[in-house]
């Protein structure tokens, strides 16, 4: 970016930190709307809209926005105990962006080099194995890695099927490692087959360069422009996944605490629990940042990678 360029480029940042917030504020209060605009969590049967919803929509955004300057806006109640987001939220959001960018590396580096080493085999059992992968819920990949662990059990070897004792277990490492890795075998097997196809590579062959050289610098490097074209598809996909995987492993992260404040439904407490609205746009603008941070780390990787492998 040239000197010149620099204000213009902090004032689109600003502009799109502004939206994104604007955006949180908006959509923390659409369960309001299925409250039938009540400020409690009762699900009754009814008009979801009121001509008072939108006032109350913007006084609570407003009543958040004021809040950031005395604390007030990360203090939620749970029945009887109050909660301080600054003191989880930190926590939730490390768990969060772990179990995404390290399976997300992971997977995308196996799946490239599953797909460059399958670029002489044309569309094989392996492309349609990974297609069935991708076509199978989230949900069905869990149920299948829990089973397999109970079964592994059996024989001896236990490997932990929730996260009952801390934060870390295997298991879902593995099912959010499934999504990159079938989009980067994708990417990397068609773009392989491609270029191995291609003109230049039959030409450099003819002029005696090595497979080796021909493989790292001209298949090899060709493939990192497109895994770099579907990342955003790649973490969108992970981001969806990780909804799923925080809820059925217990996981303290992130998309957990924003699906437990936002969509818990019913509560069967004596007690009514109010809608924590302060604590879904913080949980919002959380997941916003893992992605966000997953996104650059990745790319980032990936760049880093395409330059060790030609060497530029």
């Known amino acids: ?64 926005v004021k809040g950031l300057g005395d604390g007030s806006s990360f203090r939620y109640r749970i029945n009887m105990s109050e909660w301080n987001f600054l003191e989880l939220g930190p926590r ?58 109970l079964g592994l059990a059996k024989l001896g070897l236990r490997v ?11 298991l879902p490492f593995l099912v959010m490692a499934v999504a990159p890795f079938g989009l980067s075998f994708r990417a990397a097997a068609s773009e392989a087959r491609r270029a191995a196809s291609s003109d230049h590579v039959t030409y450099a062959r003819s002029k005696g360069l090595d497979e080796r050289t021909l493989l790292r610098r001209h298949i090899g490097a060709g493939i990192f422009p497109r895994m770099a074209a579907e990342l955003p598809t790649t973490v969108a996909t992970m981001q969806a996944t990780l909804f799923v995987v925080e809820h059925l492993f217990a996981l303290p992260g992130m998309a957990r605490m924003l699906f437990n404040a936002a969509f818990a439904g019913p509560r069967n407490y004596y007690l009514r629990v109010e809608y924590q609205y302060d604590l879904v746009v913080l949980a919002l603008l959380g997941s916003i940042l893992s992605s966000a941070l997953v996104y650059l780390v990745l790319g980032l990787a990936l760049r880093a990678a395409r330059e060790a492998l030609i060497h530029e």
């Open 92 to 149: 939730a959001l490390w768990v969060s962006f772990v179990y995404t960018a390290v399976p997300g590396a992971f997977g995308m580096a196996l799946g490239a080099v599953a797909g460059v080493a399958s670029r002489r085999r044309g569309r094989a059992l392996a492309d349609r194995a990974t297609d069935a992968l991708l076509a199978t819920p989230d949900f069905m990949l869990i149920i299948l890695s829990q089973a397999a662990a």
């Open 160 to 170: 932990k099927v929730a996260a009952t004792t801390g934060p870390w277990i295997l």
């Open 1 to 64: 970016m040239r000197a010149r360029d620099l204000p213009v480029g902090i004032l689109k940042a600003c502009a799109q930190v502004c939206g994104v917030a604007v955006l949180a504020l908006a959509l923390a209060g659409l369960p309001l709307l299925a409250l039938r605009a009540k400020a409690f969590a009762s699900f009754e049967e009814g008009p979801a809209y009121s001509r008072e919803t939108p006032r109350e929509l913007a006084a609570r955004a407003l009543r958040f």
